[in-house]
């Protein structure tokens, strides 16, 4: 498998790996459902879903027990399709959303290892330009990077197996640390019946 022999090198040299950003992306040109391609959908699943997921497992099992996985998740994974944010966007929303949720299976396998589903913001790329999204205020490519730091530190630890953005105030997620583990917040889950 091509994945595994990607990582061949970083075994040879380093050993057992602490730390590794999953940033498996692609977006589908936005359009509406019946005009879609639907090979250019299914692409998004190769990349997001399957390519996210091979990368993932072969750091997990090349990592430290306790090693961190940090996989680059969307807005549109976490959005609630009732705020009109999906429409044009179904391939790279849903597949985005999968990766989300296997994560959260792979978590509850692999309790030691804290894995966590980043947004990065609205960071502008090639990807931005396809889905004509230029217009937007976008974040600078250093805010995930920072963000992704402090994400790995022990301060961070009470994020495992969350959802977060990374334009978010780190200071008032310490605050809220014990609300957001006492209520369970910052998932992917159906609540509130």
């Known amino acids: 498998m091509a994945v595994r022999e990607a ?3 970083i075994e040879a040299v380093f050993g057992k790996i602490d ?5 498996a992306g692609y977006q589908n040109v936005n359009q509406p459902i019946l005009d879609i391609d639907i090979n250019e959908w299914f692409k998004c699943f190769e990349i997001n879903v399957k390519g996210s997921f091979l990368f993932a497992l072969e750091f997990l ?3 430290k027990p306790d090693a961190v996985l940090i996989i680059l998740s969307s807005i ?4 609630g399709v009732r705020q009109g944010h999906c429409t044009g966007h179904s391939g ?5 959303t999968a990766i989300t949720k296997a994560m959260d299976i792979i978590q509850e396998e692999l309790p030691t290892v ?3 589903n980043l947004h990065p913001g609205l960071i502008a790329r090639a990807m ?3 889905i004509g999204n230029t217009a937007v205020s976008m974040d600078s490519v250093d805010l995930p990077a920072h963000f992704a730091v402090w994400l790995v530190s022990p301060e ?9 953005w990374a334009n978010w105030d780190v200071e008032e997620m310490k605050t809220r640390k014990q609300e957001i583990l006492e209520k369970d917040l910052l998932r992917l889950e159906l609540t509130g019946i």
Do not use: G, M
């Open 19 to 23: 730390v590794w950003v999953n940033n």
């Open 61 to 63: 099992r090349l990592s």
């Open 76 to 79: 549109l994974a976490h959005y």
């Open 92 to 96: 790279h929303s849903a597949s985005k």
């Open 128 to 130: 931005s330009a396809k």
């Open 156 to 164: 961070a630890e009470f994020l495992k197996s969350r959802l977060v």
């Open 114 to 116: 804290r894995i966590v």
């Open 7 to 9: 990582f061949n090198p």
